[in-house]
């Protein structure tokens, strides 16, 4: 069985700082996809990234960096000097190679205060 | 390049009822997907089409609970006799099974039923 575990329910942080949003997967599969969702107060999901398992290489995109170790089934999703706009609900999800089902963890919810 | 778009946004009915969702998911995408989100969870899968052919369901999906897509565009979710349960976001999404990253999900901004 697939399973996501984000334990950090809500992060406050002040405008400016860093912050880390941790996400721990289980998989018995070698091939599998982790991906970052974003859902604002609006409600919709807003996709953010896409990692295969077999490409352990960290990206960065602007103000935000993913650390990918499939040593530690971890999926890190870290926000430099964080804005307003980036309070939300964050998922971490995973799907395994030949399936559609995507399962998400229970979201870390984000409160970026001015 | 428009988005997913689903109809209505809100819907409020009283327990018993039935209702029914529409999804449009982004143009020649051929594969859509039915999820359902309640208070303080993640989205949980209900069923995906690929085309006109229901692939997959979840066993969340109960007799209740029937989707369509019979022309390989829309998609329609139907709810019969409603419980206060069944009150949650119903999320649709929408993917391009040319593979890579096109395989990525997109999601709408969903309906959010209450059932009272």
């Known amino acids: 069985a697939q399973k996501v575990t984000q334990a950090q329910t809500e992060i406050s942080v002040v405008e400016k700082e860093d912050v880390t949003l941790d996400c721990v997967y289980e998989t018995r599969d070698t091939t599998y996809y982790l991906f970052w969702y974003k859902q604002p107060p609006s409600g919709e999901l807003v996709f953010l990234i896409r990692r295969n398992s077999f490409d352990e290489q960290n990206e960065i995109s602007g103000r935000y960096s993913w650390n990918f170790q499939k040593s530690t089934s971890s999926f890190n999703f870290t926000i430099t000097a964080s804005q307003v706009v980036d309070s939300a609900v964050y998922f971490c999800?995973?799907?395994?190679?030949?399936?559609?089902?995507?399962?998400f963890g229970t979201g870390t919810k984000l409160q970026v205060i001015p | 390049d428009t988005g997913v778009s689903q109809d209505p946004r809100h819907k409020i009915t009283k327990r018993g009822q039935n209702v029914t969702f529409r999804c449009d998911p982004i143009s020649e995408h051929n594969r859509l997907y039915w999820y359902r989100q309640t208070l303080g969870q993640g989205p949980e899968f209900l069923t995906y089409f690929q085309n006109e052919a229901q692939l997959e369901k979840s066993r969340l999906l109960s007799d209740r609970f029937s989707a369509e897509r019979p022309k390989g565009s829309f998609s329609t979710l139907e709810i019969q006799r409603t419980e206060q349960g069944d009150s949650a976001m119903y999320l649709c999404?929408?993917?391009?099974?040319?593979?890579?990253?096109?395989?990525?999900?997109?999601f709408g901004p969903g309906t959010r039923l209450t059932v009272l």
């Open positions: 999800a995973l799907r395994r190679s030949g399936y559609q089902k995507v399962t």
């Open positions: 999404a929408s993917s391009d099974a040319g593979g890579g990253y096109t395989d990525t999900q997109y």
